[in-house]
């Protein structure tokens, strides 16, 4: 078939990658790295192999150290032991052909005493208990409410840098090809940078400048290890997931593009909708127009978009690239059937946490699907 025409088929210059294609796969937590000690494995080999068709894969979020660490059953990159499994996966990425960036993550308030050293409390910029906001602790125990946190000590972030900047390193140990900061959906760096969860009063709390010191802080010391053509960015600047909320979005999120913009990223991906929650109707045109406006390099678009939706968003200039979450769970060859313009496989929500084959490695391809001559 020919796709010369086809948005979602022109390659893209990605830093130092070309990808082929425009169909990212989103960051997806599927909470099955092996225990004891959240090591990714030979079935997550599998999982990511399968999907290497991708323009580039965007791995689950990973946590930089046992203190970012928020929900049962999800992998570090902060182990020897860890690093070996996830270089099974980027290598069998790489042997199918395929591109892949570790996303780092520290969940701040989103944990529970039960997951952290020690049973000490979660940190935060503020203590403020997230309400509604709820984890998994254990394969038996359901979702149980996120505790109050602690505020963090001024004196504590080099701490906080310094987390992110081994996992980098371990990350590049492990055989990505890059790294995407999780600053989203209500964890340590959005924790921050949102007026909601940050109230504090000294030089990292209060204003846009002062509540974005910490995530750039974190961004520029995961640049020094990787250079700013293979480090990227995730934001939710509109997303109410894990009870968040900022007063102006397009106010601190405009000045921090501006700043990304600065620092020379490679990409910003925008979580635009969310099937967690989002305070925007729709997508939050004006927080992407100022979004668009401070920052130059590539925008990767996020949120239940259909292949249709994104070509469009494509061609109207309103994005770059698009990830998907959910269709890719579904279907390993997600570009494969945009390109085909084939049906697509439906998603079990059931098996989209823990467990184990079913609902992980098991989803059919094309190819499967065709009966045998």
């Known amino acids: ?20 294609n425009r169909v990212l796969m989103s960051p997806l937590t599927r909470s099955r790295s092996s225990q004891p000690g959240d090591v990714p494995n030979d079935m997550n080999a599998q999982y990511y192999q399968q999907r290497a068709g991708a323009g580039l894969i965007i791995s689950e979020a990973t946590q930089v150290s046992p203190q970012g660490k928020g929900y049962a059953f999800t992998p570090g990159i902060h182990s020897e032991e860890q690093i070996e499994g996830w270089r099974k996966v980027t290598s069998a990425v790489h042997m199918a052909g395929g591109r892949i ?17 020690d049973g000490n409390k979660p940190v935060a910029p503020s203590a403020i208990k997230p309400e509604g906001a709820k ?20 004196g504590e972030m080099a701490d906080i840098v310094e987390q992110y900047r081994q996992g980098a390193l371990n990350a590049k140990a492990a055989g990505f090809d ?3 900061v999780h600053a989203a959906n209500g964890y340590l760096l959005d924790q921050f940078l949102k007026s909601g ?33 293979n480090v990227g960015v995730r934001v939710s600047p509109t997303g109410s997931f894990n009870a968040m909320y900022d007063e102006d979005p397009v106010e601190t999120f405009g000045e921090f593009a501006k700043r990304l913009n600065d620092l020379g990223i490679s990409y910003i991906e925008v979580v635009e909708d969310s099937f967690q929650g989002n305070h925007a109707n729709g997508r939050p045109e004006s927080v992407i127009d100022a979004i668009q406006a401070g920052f130059h390099g590539t925008y990767i678009a996020n949120g239940a978009y259909t292949a249709e939706e994104a070509r469009k968003r494509i061609g109207n200039d309103r994005c770059d690239l ?6 890719f769970i579904a279907n390993p060859d997600l570009p494969e059937r945009f390109r085909q313009h084939a049906e697509l496989n439906k998603w079990d929500d059931s098996t989209f946490y823990g467990g184990d084959e079913r609902g992980y490695t098991d989803y059919p391809t094309l190819k499967e699907l065709e009966p045998s001559v």
């Open 1 to 20: 078939m020919n796709n010369v025409n086809d948005a979602l088929f022109q390659p893209h210059d990605l830093g130092t990658l070309t990808l082929p």
């Open 101 to 117: 960036h570790m996303q780092l993550w520290h969940v701040g308030r989103i944990s529970h005493t039960a997951l952290q050293p």
């Open 135 to 154: 984890t998994f602790i254990s394969a038996d125990s359901g979702m149980v409410d996120v505790p109050e946190p602690r505020a963090l000590e001024a």
């Open 178 to 180: 890059g790294v995407e």
């Open 197 to 229: 969860s940050n109230h504090r009063s000294d030089e990292f709390g209060g204003s846009v400048e002062n509540r974005m010191r910490l995530p750039l802080m974190v961004i520029e010391a995961v640049i020094d290890v990787w250079g700013k053509d």
């Open 322 to 327: 698009v990830t998907f979450g959910r269709p």
